[in-house]
């Protein structure tokens, strides 16, 4: 069996957990307020890349830019039928269900470009790239977590998981975004006391993904897996195992 090749896996790695977080933080260090779609699209971008790349030696498929779309659609509405009760928001959740079931790099796609096209409804802003990559990283890591792995049949560990990632990861990113958009912000004590103050509106918003995830990742899981694998839809994608 020919090895595999690894530049696919890097090529991600460095456009994720490199490149996308860069582009937001010098985004609000360096540019102006108004640059905020110029950085939204450079992410999105850089997002992209290691997503076609993966499918450089083949044409990529109807039904898996479908896929694709259908997904983000799902995770916007989501989160715009909720637009009046703060936090309580499925789109984390829904996420979630994308990178278990289509893999990192669908989870990442999916995650930054439903951020970035809700908040046309929502309103966008310097915090837009860093909800993006937040977002993202959410959908990237249950990819790397759960992608055709046994875990992903167990819906409390996936729940939980979620819930974790809502909390701790995207919660921490855009907390940060307030405390890089705050002059005022002089000491480690004031940046510990914005993370503080966030703490309960990460938490409502963790709770809502736990308890949509309890509901929807067994049947969701199980009718998209059964798509992916009859259609052969993302049949290649990469596997963090």
């Not at 309890?214 to 694998?229: F, G, Q, T």
Request: one cysteine or more; hydrophobic letters at 55%.
């Amino acid at each position: 069996m020919p090895k595999k090749s690894t530049l696919p896996l890097i090529v991600s790695l460095v456009c994720f957990l490199g490149l996308c977080p860069l582009v937001a933080v010098l985004g609000i260090l360096f540019f102006e307020s108004r640059s905020y779609y110029l950085v939204a699209v450079v992410m999105i971008v850089i997002a992209i890349v290691p997503f076609f790349f993966h499918f450089e030696k083949r044409k990529m498929k109807t039904s898996e830019l479908v896929t694709v779309a259908v997904m983000i659609s799902i995770c916007v509405v989501s989160r715009i039928f909720f637009i009046f009760l703060p936090q309580v928001k499925p789109m984390c959740a829904f996420v979630v269900v994308t990178g278990c079931t289509f893999g990192a790099n669908v989870g990442f796609v999916t995650g930054a470009l439903s951020i970035f096209i809700s908040n046309f409804a929502f309103g966008q802003g310097m915090f837009t790239p860093f909800q993006m990559l937040a977002m993202g990283l959410v959908g990237f890591l249950s990819g790397v977590i759960f992608y055709k792995k046994d875990a992903v049949k167990n819906r409390l560990t996936v729940s939980l998981t979620g819930a974790a990632l809502c909390f701790f990861l995207y919660g921490f990113i855009v907390d940060t975004c307030s405390v890089l958009m705050l002059d005022a912000v002089k000491s480690w004590k004031e940046a510990v006391g914005i993370y503080a103050s966030g703490a309960l509106f990460n938490l409502i918003h963790a709770a809502a993904t736990f308890l949509v995830l309890m509901i929807v990742i067994k049947p969701m899981n199980d009718k998209l897996s059964r798509l992916r694998i009859k259609y052969g839809i993302f049949a290649d994608q990469l596997n963090y195992s």
